[in-house]
């Protein structure tokens, strides 16, 4: 048994499962996250698959990780781990690098043979002295108690070691203490139609965990600070989750069908999965042929009345883009979800990036305003979603939600929330007086500068809309240069016009510092995090994080102009530093950038603020 002293108390905690891509360390990260959120810990994850599809088993290519952050005041996923779980060499030798000094490594050291060490590209039989490694490190039989486990299961050998991944886990409950009830309710449920698979995965972690209890090493176990959270009822939910029940939500409170069109396309497919479940809420969730047939099913199915989605990420985005302009030109509700990955082309699939903002506000022919906005977190993908269907319906225009693959794969403690608290989303409808034959389809709300949405099958609306040029007055088609001058104004002031319709650009952190932090979409957590770090070191730092891209929030310019320095971190070369410094000349925008397919780390965003500020 352990000693108390070798027990440390943290308020938070960061857990790295990592192993081949077979080995299951999503599901037992995803189940760890659950547990963990059940307790009333805040989460955050970072699930980092492999780039390669079916890469050779035990090399360092085919290595899939899932990271996460558990306890108190967490916004990220950490920059490191306090333990790690590593199932092979090759996911030792891939990860070792993210571990605190002091920390915990989990081996199955039945996976430390010669041949595996050869696969893993290590020069020697001692991995753990050629890597330089000082931690604690356990040691544990992972494949042979497994295999013990399950003698008498009748279950054949592949199926048997399936089973790894939940003997880690169980020893990971035990070190954090996390009750094994919990685990087990979530395997039952991931297992519902798989009785036999469930009982032996539930005696696998039993099994883990009384390992855990039995050792007779000397290793640090951990109590994790939880805070009280809000009453509620709670669930850990990843982005893309968060987006498609956002959708549903919004659907509701317009009265409108909600209507996918979209086409699989990682990581946003699963978006298209959550809705497809979602029959029994109204909602028609059609995979489409290919991404352009994805868009133009959901025009259609805006032009007929329903709530409009497609989803997609950045090379889908590139082929929806004319489409996109013929809803703008028929100024119908769209929303369009792109949850960005690293390009160009193909690019890096499962990695993120915030590389597609110029191609969100700019990539259509012509004049094409589109408002954009992007979410701040995994959960913060459910008001985000909301509001991308509130602002389209409301201003009658397509809108882009840009997520991207760190937050859509990332999960984090969500309160469920109610009904009542998002508001009511008001489509703007022919009104009844109008139904007489007098109304036309570019009649517009003088303040906003809105269209009516009328649904084919109205008595008294029969219209047509469509990709030519209309007269601003009739909307018959016209071609007069001065009448397409005039339309081409009015779509650009209706977007601009929504800035009055957003909340203002809040600023948190120290009130008196002269240098600011900005940041927009999926880099809050980090950013938030550093600032954070930033004041407690002595160096005065304000932040403020942009949800509302384009168009911006109206107080935008008078923020900006408050502060000595504008440091502004994405996740790009520059793209949204650059967006700001057109509009905003006068500020010197400073700039921190990275393009690696993985998120900030908060130290390099610490590190390269102090050199700034210290210039």
Sequence with gaps: MLEKANVKELDKVVVRFSGDSGDGMQLAGNIFTNVSAGLGNQVSTFPDYPAEIRAPQGSLSGVSGFQVSVGSGVHTPGDSCDVLIAMNPAALKQNVKFLKPGGVIIVDIDSFKEADLRKAMFETDEPFKELGITAQVLEVPVTAMTKAALADSGLDNKAVLKCRNIFALGLVCWLFDRP?????????????????????????????FDYGHNIHASV???RIETEDPRPGVYTDINGNTATAWGLIMASEKCGRPLFLGSYPITPATDILHELAKRKDLGVKACQMEDEIAGVCSAIGAAFAGNLAVTSTSGPGLALKSESIGLAVMAELPLVVIDVQRGGPSTGLPTKTEQ????????????????????PASPTDCFTMAFEACRIAVEH????????????????????????DEFPEIHTPDVPADMRDGSWRPYMRDEKTKVRCWAV?????????????????VTGGISTDPANHEKMVGIRR?????????????EVIGNADADTLLVGWGGTYGHLHTATDELN????PVAFAHFRYINPLPANTGEVLGRYKRVIVAELNTGMFADYLQA????????????????????????DRVSEIIEK
């Design 456 to 472: 084919p099958g109205t008595e008294g609306t029969a219209h047509r809309i469509g990709g030519l040029e209309k007269d601003a």
């Design 583 to 606: 509009k905003y000349p006068r500020v010197e925008m400073h700039r921190i950038n990275k393009v690696q397919g993985q998120p900030f780390m908060v130290r390099e965003i610490v």
């Design 536 to 539: 407690a070191s002595g160096r």
């Design 493 to 505: 002031e209706k977007i601009a016009r929504i800035a009055d319709d957003i909340p203002q650009l």
């Design 396 to 419: 009658m225009t397509p809108v882009i939600l840009l997520s991207d693959a760190f937050i859509g794969n990332g999960s984090s403690a969500w309160r469920v929330p109610d009904a």
């Design 180 to 208: 094994l009830e919990l685990a087990k309710r979530h395997l039952k449920n991931k297992f519902a139609k798989k009785p036999a698979v469930y009982e032996a995965n539930a005696k696998v972690l039993d099994a883990g």
């Design 355 to 374: 590389t597609d903002l110029m191609q969100a506000i700019y990539g259509r022919n012509g004049e094409s305003p589109v408002a954009v906005v992007a």
């Design 220 to 222: 640090s176990t951990y």
